[in-house]
């Protein structure tokens, strides 16, 4: 009983969620992935794991801002869309060599993201 209200509670939380704090969630979510994978010393797969959830992210991303509906300014498109292939390059090239400890610069662009979309873009602060 206390599990189904438990599992009521989380869906009515992820329900009230905007956009910014859902895909705030996702970065970090892959973040946490890669910074396990990175502490889990010659676990390949969860390495690869934590990649590919990455990468599915980031297509997602990079297919959002394609969008002809997307109404973001096309400079900050421009900035997104080159960010998001450096992060393309970055996979592979630690897919390919399978050190978890490049992932480091990929945990701290997920970061950074979720930081700026949990800041509320009214704030003072989150201007400055």
């Known amino acids: 009983?206390?599990?189904?209200?438990?599992r009521a509670y989380q869906q009515n939380q992820k329900a009230n969620l905007?956009?910014?704090?859902?895909e705030a969630m996702a970065f970090t979510k892959a973040a946490v992935m890669m910074e396990d994978a990175r502490n889990k010393?010659?676990?390949?797969?969860?390495?690869?794991?934590?990649?590919?959830?990455?990468?599915?992210?980031?297509?997602?991303?990079?297919?959002?801002?394609?969008?002809?509906?997307n109404s973001l300014p096309p400079e900050l498109?421009?900035?997104?869309?080159?960010l998001s292939l450096f992060v393309d390059k970055q996979t592979t090239s630690i897919?390919?060599?399978?050190?978890?400890?490049?992932?480091?610069?990929?945990?701290?662009?997920?970061?950074?993201?979720?930081?700026?979309?949990?800041a509320n873009p009214g704030d003072p602060v989150a201007g400055a």
């Open 1 to 6: 009983m206390a599990k189904d209200q438990i």
């Open 18 to 22: 905007t956009p910014r704090e859902v």
């Open 41 to 69: 010393e010659g676990d390949k797969e969860a390495l690869s794991q934590a990649l590919r959830f990455n990468h599915l992210l980031w297509t997602i991303i990079q297919a959002d801002i394609t969008e002809p509906s």
């Open 77 to 82: 498109k421009a900035n997104i869309m080159s």
């Open 95 to 118: 897919l390919r060599s399978r050190d978890a400890s490049e992932v480091e610069i990929l945990i701290t662009i997920n970061r950074n993201l979720a930081s700026g979309l949990r």
